[in-house]
């Protein structure tokens, strides 16, 4: 029984990870500007590094664009960033603790 239980936490553990996954390559597609981002508990930032709440103690930081000098993203930028992140947490509240304490880069070839 335990092992029937184990199985089924990792098909959802690995359902999660193919979602998450699949909405970061999302992100990354529709901005192409963006380089990356954090997902950190609010406790561990300092408040120039937390750009947009999420849910609970989750925050968006460490947002990182390429533009020209000078220019820095938006907070409607960054919102649009929650918004997809936060739109997954809903769906798949597992998603929380997949996202907290991760970075997520643009993957270049």
């Known amino acids: 029984m335990k092992a029937l239980h ?27 500007i963006l380089y990356g981002f954090s997902v950190q508990r609010r ?29 820095r993203a938006t907070p409607e930028f960054h919102n649009e960033i929650a918004c997809a992140l936060l739109e997954l947490m809903d769906e798949q509240p597992e998603a929380f603790d997949f996202l907290s304490g991760r970075t997520f880069a643009r993957t270049l070839n």
Not at 44 to 65: F, I, N, W
């Open 6 to 32: 184990d199985r089924t936490q990792n098909l959802q553990a690995q359902s999660v990870a193919t979602d998450l996954a699949a909405r970061v390559a999302g992100i990354f597609e529709e901005y192409p």
């Open 43 to 71: 406790s561990t930032l300092t408040k120039e590094r937390a750009v947009a709440p999420l849910q609970g103690e989750l925050c968006l930081a460490d947002v990182s664009v390429s533009v020209w000098p000078g220019f």
